[in-house]
């Protein structure tokens, strides 16, 4: 494909052609140009029907979206509020594990900072903490949760590369703690300074446990389910989708079957039909790239100016970041993870520490200007211009720059739980 | 005339969301009696690979929806900057550019995709499951991306309709703001 080619598309791309048209386009040009039948792009997108996990990625989506439009989000937060309120700076935290917990269900998706933003804000507010910290602290946390299972960019990474997904699970929990427990520090310094702090009550900590129950053993009962070998990843998200369906429509009553439900369907599946259809229309596209080799090409490229495995990595970690800033984690991972799994494999880079390096990056990718796209959502969500948000998420970005560099080049952290 | 074109338009929107409803519940009813099955160690062989075309289905719907309510995933930095200076005239420009590029694209691969159905007819499986033919599974595909071409080419001539163009929340604010009265 000549640059004459390739440019047309890059400004399509740019001036915010969906990908998965993006990737159609590029997939018919690199078949054109080879001399393969149009048709074949079409086989590609029929193989998805074929993947087993594909199944996961509308259950557990819509299973976060009928959350985060139920009462859970509230009965969470009094939770959270009462148990680890009393730490100073513990609203702050609080806001971290709530929003991880959403996000680990949503997907990353925005919905988390919809959801939550408008519950947390005024409770941070009030604890004095300032406008600033407040912003910062819930654009970052609303994709702060996705190195958690069942998020759905772990679902995905897997189904494009072949990584089994449980393993993916397990591989990301440490580095997902390490993410909450460096923001909750710098919450911890702002927070005795500027806050104030709660005292303990038992009783009220107890009234929200009974309130919210069912909802707390849910990621519980997803990762017993599914290490005691009694359910696979795809029956989970059945069984989770199916549960907080029970739940919330029947049991604390928040939604309505007729009324609520196919609306949250509605809002849910735009988004997976979205996802779902650049997975399908990059598969034509990404096998393309590997049948002529474009991998190898970039590795031979790469190898006469990186020597090591830490070179390459620090070299991953910039490409990964400008990729995160500025394509979102779906597509960023459906595009990129085929190109530069070949490459990190030559280099001995382990799948699954790669795949949570990767992950890290697109994640903070969201905070990242000039276009994360939690940026985005919290200027249209709280009302701020967007400048103000990128100063407000500066210091997080660097918190969170600083775990990456220990994600990247401490790998056991990754690889002890599932070694 | 673009009365008529907004009420095709959303009656292709009604449809896709009953249907959207119908899979969703489907699938998942569904995935639940495979497991219940499993633990009496019975089996209807047909139930996943049923629930499969289910997903890919709505993968299809969801775009239909997307396409709609313009919320398909794609680097906007040219449209996202004409957002920031409230140029709505050059964000609707933008977005005709995008609907007519998608059109174009989405009719090759139509085009593409009956094919595709063509070959199945003559070399798929007569019996993929409960006796469907392989060439009904992969009309989901052209039907699928028949129904996004036609909601893009509805938003290119409803952009042309001040009535009935899309606008942004933040254009609508401006709008209330302004006073002027504003189409929901």
């Given amino acids: 494909m000549s640059a004459l080619v390739i440019l047309p598309i890059i400004i399509f791309a740019l001036l915010g052609t969906p990908l998965f048209i993006i990737m159609s386009l590029a997939a018919m040009v690199g078949f054109y140009f080879s001399e393969i039948p149009l048709v074949a ?98 654009t970052t946390s609303g994709s702060l949760g996705l190195l958690f299972p069942p998020s759905l960019p772990i679902i995905l990474y897997g189904m494009v590369t072949g990584v089994d997904i449980e393993k993916l699970f397990v591989a990301g929990i440490i580095p997902g703690f390490l993410l909450i427990v460096i923001l909750s520090l710098y919450s911890i310094k702002n927070g005795s300074a500027k806050a104030s702090t709660k005292k303990f009550d038992k009783a009220e900590a107890w009234a929200a446990l009974k309130g919210s129950w069912l909802e707390v053993l849910l990621p519980v009962g997803v990762l017993a389910g599914i290490y005691s070998g009694k359910t696979t990843t795809t029956e989970a998200a059945a069984v989770t989708a199916f549960y907080i369906l029970i739940i919330e429509c029947f049991i604390y009553r928040d939604l309505s079957l007729f009324k609520d439900i196919p609306r949250v369907i509605k809002d849910s599946m735009s988004l997976v039909g979205g996802i779902l259809l650049i997975l399908c229309c ?38 990964l970041l400008i990729v995160g800033s500025l394509m979102d984690i779906f597509s960023a991972i459906i595009v990129v993870v085929p190109l530069i799994t070949p490459i990190a494999a030559e280099f001995g880079v382990d799948p699954l520490h790669l795949a949570i390096i990767f992950l890290t990056n697109l994640e903070i990718g969201y905070i990242t200007p000039p276009v994360g796209i939690n940026l985005f959502i919290s200027s249209f969500r709280f009302k701020k211009p967007i400048t103000e948000l990128y100063r407000a998420s500066f210091p997080f970005l660097l918190l969170l720059l600083f775990a990456l560099v220990i994600i990247t080049y401490v790998p056991s952290l990754t690889l002890a739980l599932v070694n | 005339m673009f009365e008529i074109v907004k009420k095709f338009d959303l009656a292709i929107e009604k449809i896709a969301q009953y249907l959207l409803v119908i899979c969703i519940l489907g699938m998942l009813g569904m995935s639940v009696l495979n497991i219940v099955l499993r633990w009496f160690e019975a089996h209807i062989l047909w139930l996943e690979p049923f629930v ?20 398909h995933i794609g680097i906007d930095i040219v449209g996202k900057y004409f957002e920031s200076k409230k140029n709505w ?20 691969l139509f085009d593409a995709c009956l094919d595709f159905v063509a070959e199945e007819a003559k070399y798929g499986r007569a019996d993929v499951f409960i006796g469907v033919h392989a060439k009904y599974l992969a009309a989901i595909i052209p039907l699928g991306f028949g129904l996004i071409a036609v909601r893009f080419l509805n938003n290119i001539i409803l952009s042309f309709s001040s009535k009935y163009q899309f606008r942004t929340e933040d254009e609508l604010d401006e709008m209330k703001e302004k006073g002027e009265e504003v189409q929901a």
């Fill in chain 1, 41 to 138: 792009v079409t086989i590609e997108i029929n193989k998805i029907a074929s993947q087993a996990t594909i199944l996961t990625i509308p259950l557990f989506t819509f299973a976060g979206y009928m959350m985060a439009e139920s009462g859970s989000p509230k009965r969470l937060l009094r939770l959270a509020e009462s148990t680890l309120g009393w730490l100073p700076g513990g609203v702050a935290i609080v806001c971290l594990v709530i929003c991880a917990f959403f996000t680990a269900f949503t997907g990353a998706s925005g919905v988390t900072i919809i959801a939550l933003g408008g519950l947390l804000y005024p409770i941070l507010s009030n604890e004095g903490y300032s406008e600033k910290f407040s912003l910062g602290l819930i």
């Fill in chain 1, 282 to 319: 990059a598969l034509g596209f990404t096998n393309w790239l590997v049948d002529e080799e474009i991998p190898m090409e970039i590795l031979r490229f790469m190898q006469e100016f990186l020597t090591n495995k830490y070179s390459f990595l620090l070299f991953l970690n910039i490409f």
């Fill in chain 2, 52 to 71: 499969r075309y289910l997903v890919f289905f709505s993968a299809f719907l969801g775009g239909v929806i997307a396409t709609g309510k313009r919320t």
């Fill in chain 2, 89 to 108: 005239q050059a964000h609707r420009w933008v977005g005709r550019v995008i609907d007519l590029i998608s059109l174009a694209v989405l009719v090759v």
